[in-house]
C-alpha cells in the first residue's frame, strides 16, 4: 500500500467497472478511502469487496450521476461514512447512439447530455460547494475522451458532450483556482472495457487505432488510473485546467 493518497476521501462515478473501477482501486492502494459510485449497487460491491481484501477502504453508493436528488442524497451518505470529501473523479458516461451524428434522436441526445454534462456538472456544484464550506484543498478529475479534442465520426454526440467537458474543466479552474481547488481532466484513447467493447472487438477498427497508437496496442483500464491518482495527490498541486491525454500516442500525428 502507498501513502500518496492518505487522508483524502475520493467520490469516484462509474466505479462498478472499466476505468473507473481501476481509479478506485488503484486510489484505496494509495490509502484513500473511497466512494464508489455507480447505478447498480452489485458491481460496486465487488469492486469494495477486493479494495476491502487488499486493506483498503471502500463504501459503495447507488447513484444515478444524471438525477440532481440521487446526487445529493448520495454526497449526504459520503459524508455520514467518512466526513469529508477531498476528490472527486467524474467518470461515469453513457453513449447510447453509434451511427451517424444527424441520426440521433432526441431521447438519446439528452442521455447523452444528462449523464456526460449535467452529471459531470452537477457533481462538480456538489463537491465545490462542500470543499468551499469547508475551506479546504480539492481536487476534481473529470474523465473526458480524445473524443472531445477531434472530430468523432459515428460518436459525435457523444463528442460533443466531451468537448463540454473539457470547456467546463478549463473555466473551472480558473474560477476555483483562488479556492484552492484544482480541475484537470484526462481524455483517454481507446481502452479496452465494456463501454468500447463495440470498437475494440471490430477487428477492421481495433487494427486502425492499433496501427496509429505509438504504444502499439489499445490501452487498459490501468493505463488511465495512474494519471487519476497522481492529478488527485499534492504532487499535481501546481497543475491545473489541463487536459491529460493518455492515448498511448494514438492522436499524436
Ligand atoms: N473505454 C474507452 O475506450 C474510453 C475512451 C475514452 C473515454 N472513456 C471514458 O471513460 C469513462 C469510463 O468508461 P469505461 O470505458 O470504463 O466504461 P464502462 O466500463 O462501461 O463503465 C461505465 C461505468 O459507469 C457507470 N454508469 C453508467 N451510467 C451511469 C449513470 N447514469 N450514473 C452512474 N453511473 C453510471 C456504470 O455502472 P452502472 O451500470 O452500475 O451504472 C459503470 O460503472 C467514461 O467517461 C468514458 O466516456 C472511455
Not at 46 to 52: H, L, N, P, T
Not at 91 to 109: C, K, Q, V, Y
Not at 219 to 229: E, K, N
Request: contains cysteine.
Amino acid at each position: 500500500m502507498g501513502e500518496r493518497l492518505r487522508d483524502k476521501v475520493a467520490i469516484v462515478t462509474g466505479a462498478s467497472r472499466g476505468i473507473g473501477a481501476a481509479i478506485a482501486t488503484h486510489m484505496a492502494e494509495e490509502g484513500a478511502k473511497v466512494v464508489l459510485v455507480s447505478r447498480k449497487l452489485e458491481g460496486l460491491q465487488a469492486v469494495a469487496d477486493e479494495i476491502r481484501a487488499q486493506g483498503g477502504e471502500a463504501i459503495p453508493i447507488a447513484c444515478h450521476a444524471g438525477r440532481a436528488d440521487q446526487r445529493q442524497d448520495m454526497l449526504d451518505q459520503a459524508l455520514k461514512a467518512y466526513g469529508q470529501v477531498d476528490v472527486l473523479v467524474n467518470n461515469a458516461a453513457t453513449n447510447p447512439h453509434f451511427g451517424p451524428m444527424l441520426s440521433i434522436d432526441e431521447r438519446a441526445w439528452d442521455k447523452t447530455f444528462e449523464v456526460n454534462v449535467k452529471g459531470y456538472f452537477g457533481m462538480i456544484q456538489l463537491v465545490a460547494g462542500h470543499l468551499q464550506q469547508r475551506k479546504a484543498k480539492g481536487s476534481i478529475v473529470n474523465v473526458a475522451s480524445v473524443a472531445g479534442k477531434m472530430a468523432a465520426p459515428m460518436q459525435g454526440v457523444y463528442g460533443m458532450t466531451k468537448a463540454a467537458v473539457i470547456s467546463m474543466t478549463k473555466t473551472l479552474a480558473m474560477e476555483l483556482g483562488a479556492a484552492g481547488i484544482r480541475v484537470n481532466a484526462i481524455a483517454p484513447g481507446l481502452i479496452e472495457t465494456k463501454f468500447a467493447q463495440v470498437l475494440v472487438d471490430n477487428d477492421a477498427i481495433r487494427s486502425s487505432v492499433v496501427a496509429r497508437t505509438a504504444a502499439g496496442r489499445v490501452g487498459q483500464p490501468r493505463d488511465i488510473s495512474g494519471g487519476a491518482v497522481f492529478l488527485a495527490s499534492d504532487e499535481s498541486d501546481y497543475l491545473t485546467g489541463d487536459v491529460m491525454t493518455i492515448d498511448g500516442g494514438w492522436t499524436l500525428a
